[in-house]
């Protein structure tokens, strides 16, 4: 199963809508989290998961394709599952600012992430073979964070 | 060490699960969480953003109310504006505070993390690049 993610706060129709169709061409399932009520026929759709529903639906994916959303690349990788990765955009209305860019930037290249600048390449890379990265609980970053958070609490 | 009562507070989705991917460091200590959905934390407070700035009043009676039962030593949050809202409340209470910007914010500090600066006992970015420019702490990721 290949799961959609965009977050729980704007949908993302230029993901979703390349989702679907490319969709239309796979034999497995794809879920997908839409953030909106629009329908796309070759998607499961649930608009909006609950913490539960949407940690049982990461745990079980072969592969998530999503926004540059970080509560959704530290949930893909607790858990082991590669991700492909689609910055939102300003200029499209997509966000905000473009601060997913700068996510995606820093992020790519690590175990189990793979980025997308343009939806139309989108299929190929999802036809690719994904192997599962490794879950990753903890590392050196975080080890690094927590000691000084400790510290501080005294 | 001498056990502290802490109160964690974030708002749902990424800001809620990069405090808990923090948690291990409140070990040993009393931690109390609080998140704007209802279903995650023990204590709930209200959605407030930029263009519902006045909403953080709402927030701030939510989050003095909460102060006042659990009475926290210290206070931490990853935002975003509801978690700056109880910072400044926390911080006027005279509790210590921890702001930790959010990961994604890879070359500036949020507008939240911006104006926590004066109320954050201690003001943290999870980015290098970022501590150079702002003079936040770096002290390492979530990621």
Redesign the interface.
């Known amino acids: 199963m290949i799961f959609v993610t965009v ?3 704007l949908p993302f129709p230029r993901l979703v809508r390349e989702m679907n169709r490319i969709a239309g061409g796979l034999c497995e399932p794809v879920i997908a989290q839409t953030c909106e009520h629009a329908r796309y026929p070759n998607l499961i759709v649930e608009p909006y998961m ?2 539960i529903r949407y940690g049982d639906v990461i745990e079980r994916a072969r592969l998530i394709v999503a926004h540059a ?7 893909a ?1 607790q858990v082991g599952v590669p991700l492909i990765l689609v910055p939102r955009r300003a200029e499209l209305g997509e966000h ?1 600012n473009d ?2 860019i ?2 995606v ?3 790519v290249g ?1 175990d189990g992430i793979q980025a997308i600048w343009d939806e139309r390449k989108l299929a190929r890379t999802v036809m690719n073979d994904h192997p599962p990265p490794p879950a990753i609980v903890s ?12 510290s ?3 | 060490m001498r056990s502290q009562r802490i109160l964690a507070v974030a708002s749902k989705g990424g800001h809620w699960r990069q405090l808990n991917a923090m948690a291990g460091a409140f070990d040993g200590h009393k931690l109390h969480f609080a998140c704007t959905d209802p279903e995650l934390a023990q204590y709930h407070i209200g959605e407030c953003s930029r263009s519902e700035w006045w909403r953080g009043v709402i927030v701030a009676c939510q989050v003095l109310r909460i102060m006042a039962v659990v009475r926290p030593h210290v206070v931490v949050s990853t935002g975003a504006l509801p978690g700056l809202v109880a910072i400044i409340v926390a911080r006027l209470l005279g509790a210590r505070t921890i702001w930790i910007d959010s990961i994604a914010n890879t070359e500036a500090m949020s507008l939240s993390g911006r104006l926590s600066r004066p109320f954050a006992n201690h003001w943290l970015t999870q980015w290098p690049e970022v501590s150079a420019r702002t003079g936040a702490t770096y002290a390492g990721a979530v990621l």
Do not use: K
């Not at chain 1, 959303?69 to 949930?75: H, K, W, Y």
């Not at chain 1, 590392?139 to 400790?150: Q, Y």
């Open positions: 977050g729980t706060q609950d913490a959303g970080i509560g959704t690349v530290l949930a990788r905000r601060h997913q700068g996510t930037r820093q992020l690590r590392g050196p970053e975080l080890d690094g964070l927590v000691t000084t958070l400790r501080y609490i005294g």
